[in-house]
């Protein structure tokens, strides 16, 4: 059974960082790209960054491009988004997902999350001002 469940959320003040983990069970990480995105209530899911299987693969957003990292561990099956600088608009439930399919190992159309099948139940990030 695939899945995932993140951690690392918390409240922390403008400028301040954070690192969110995603932990992953039943399927082999290093053979799937994984996506971070982020929803705050009354807005669709946004899509923040994502990290393809092959090395070196990896895309942001706009409003994330220079303060958020992603990577991976494919060893403990893990990814990780560090967020530095971080700003009030960054409050959200962040999520990590993977998908299946011809897009599996691609970050390709990564910021709709439609494209996405398997979720976590996300982790709240609070950004005080």
């Known amino acids: 059974q695939i899945q995932l469940a993140e951690s690392g959320g918390g409240l922390v003040q403008s400028g301040g960082s954070l690192r969110l983990s995603c932990a992953t069970s039943g399927f082999a990480l290093e053979r799937y790209a994984v996506s971070w995105f982020r929803q705050v209530p009354g807005k669709e899911r946004e899509g923040v960054s994502c990290?393809?299987?092959?090395?070196?693969?990896?895309e942001y957003s706009d409003a994330v491009k220079g303060r958020f990292t992603i990577s991976r561990d494919n060893a403990r099956d893990a990814a990780y988004l560090q967020m530095n600088n971080l700003k009030p608009e960054d409050t959200a439930v962040y999520y990590c997902a993977t998908r299946y399919g011809m897009n599996a190992g691609n970050c390709e159309g990564y910021r709709n999350a439609n494209d996405w099948d398997y979720w976590g139940k996300g982790t709240q990030v609070t950004v005080s001002s």
């Open positions: 990290a393809g299987r092959d090395d070196g693969i990896t």
